[in-house]
């Protein structure tokens, strides 16, 4: 959608979006540029636009070596929080090691060929995706347990959309 309504946003919290883009592009740098109608404390109406100037990567090694981490795994935090509202806890941690698995293989693939079969080969910057995934999928949130609550499992979900992404 190209329009998206919220209740509350303050400098705790953030936005998380995922933009595709399926042509070829045709500079070193995508531009992005968002608009955000909303009021202010005062009632007065403001618009602040929004610019980013991203790097493409012409190859995946550019693209492994500069991925970051941490707002790599803060995004799959709230895809995964999303789709708990229409998947079992069963298939979304089967989507987060599906898609952890998908990341590497890719590397594996496009990046290091010449490495013998069956050699476990990871990305220097995501060396610690597997075990960030792992401590997500046994999180409260998402595994929960008998002892806990529905309550504090509800707390626990509602608290990761505007998750930063120190915070995830």
């Given at each position: 959608?190209?329009?998206?309504?919220?209740?509350?946003?303050?400098?705790?919290h953030a936005v998380t979006l995922e933009i595709r883009h399926d042509d070829k592009l045709a500079d070193r740098a995508a531009f992005a540029q968002a608009a955000v109608l909303f009021t202010s404390l005062s009632g007065q109406r403001r618009l602040r636009i929004h610019n980013i100037s991203l790097q493409t990567a012409a190859?995946?090694?550019?693209?492994?070596?500069?991925?970051?981490l941490d707002t790599t795994v803060n995004f799959l935090i709230k895809f995964a929080e999303r789709m708990q509202l229409q998947k079992s806890p069963k298939e979304v941690r089967?989507?987060?090691?599906?898609?952890?698995?998908?990341?590497?293989?890719?590397?594996r693939e496009k990046?290091?060929?010449?490495?013998?079969?069956?050699?476990?080969?990871l990305p220097e910057v995501m060396k610690l995706l597997p075990l960030y995934i792992n401590s997500l999928i046994r999180n409260?949130?998402?595994?929960?347990?008998?002892?806990l609550t529905t309550d504090d499992r509800a707390w626990?979900?509602?608290?990761?959309?505007?998750?930063?992404?120190?915070?995830s």
């Open positions: 959608t190209t329009d998206v309504e919220m209740a509350g946003l303050d400098s705790d190859s995946f090694q550019n693209l492994y070596r500069c991925a970051d089967e989507y987060l090691i599906g898609r952890t698995a998908q990341i590497l293989a890719t590397y990046c290091s060929e010449s490495a013998p079969a069956g050699q476990l080969i409260d949130a998402f595994a929960g347990g008998s002892e626990l979900l509602q608290s990761i959309p505007q998750m930063r992404v120190p915070d």
